[in-house]
């Protein structure tokens, strides 16, 4: 079984790039067998990568999609807001994990230094 978020940004970031391919399939009318002849693999793998629960897809492969269907992928970094850093907080405080508690102290760390 494929590792899978409930939320967070990678979750955020692999459903967002799934909809505009979806989107762009549905437009140019391109079933998941079509696309998958275009990219030479099989209909599995181009389902697996279209899975917007499956984090474990690399970002070459999402490219390789976006490019069959003629988008082009373009990210763009930028500083966590006050906001979602006092979220990340809130959840620290309730967390009940210490390895969580770990992993979402190194979020806000990271959130913070990006930010200055």
Do not use: W
Not at 57 to 69: D, G, K, L, N
Not at 77 to 105: I, N, Q, V
């Amino acid at each position: 079984m494929p590792p899978t978020l409930s939320t967070g940004p990678e979750i955020e970031l692999k459903r967002s790039l799934t909809a505009c391919i979806r989107a762009k399939m549905a437009q140019d009318n391109l079933s998941i067998s079509a696309l998958a002849e275009r990219m030479g693999t099989g209909r599995t793998a181009v389902r697996r990568i279209l899975d917007e629960e499956n984090t474990a897809i690399t970002f070459r492969s999402m490219s390789r999609v976006a490019q069959a269907v003629g988008l082009q992928i373009k990210l763009v970094a930028e500083p966590m807001s006050a906001e979602d850093l006092g979220k990340l907080a809130h959840r620290l405080a309730k967390s009940r994990s210490r390895a969580k508690s770990a992993a979402l102290a190194a979020e806000i760390t990271q959130g913070f230094y990006r930010g200055s």
